[in-house]
């Protein structure tokens, strides 16, 4: 059993459903799951966790949200940890993903899988890929 952070920012609830269908999807794995939301974390936290996902929606520009995710998120030390991404966009075509993905490969971490995107509220597709995602964690 692995010991799992499913740490998010959300604004509406899109990815805040995305962050709980993660967490189901790695409980359902076997694995022991604490659900953060991005306040309630910080990169003091990361060594305690197997492997992280972490869930925030593309804001402004396609950037990630910058008054509490991002300060959190720079904070992290992920170089050799298992992370899986998620979330959701309402415009644009998921740059922030691409961006991110790419930002995370920098630094070193083990992307588990490609990020998960919703436009808008996630459907089934999306909820099912998000479950998968926290299984493959």
């Not at 593309?58 to 940890?81: H, I, N, R, V």
């Amino acid at each position: 059993m692995s010991k799992i952070a499913v740490v998010f920012w959300s604004g509406t609830g899109n990815t805040e459903a995305m962050a709980n269908a993660v967490a189901d999807g790695a409980r359902s794995a076997g694995n022991d799951v604490t659900l953060f939301t991005a306040d309630q974390f910080s990169g003091a936290k990361v060594a305690e966790y197997d492997a992280i996902a972490f869930g925030c929606p593309a804001m402004g520009a396609e950037e990630l949200e910058d008054g509490e995710f991002e300060p959190m998120f720079t904070d992290c030390q992920l170089s050799g940890k298992r992370i899986g991404l998620f979330g959701s966009y309402g415009w644009g075509d998921g740059q922030w993903m691409r961006d991110w993905e790419a930002r995370c490969r920098g630094m070193g971490a083990d992307l588990v899988s490609e990020g998960v995107i919703a436009n808008d509220a996630p459907g089934d597709a999306e909820t099912a890929a998000c479950k998968a995602l926290g299984a493959a964690l």
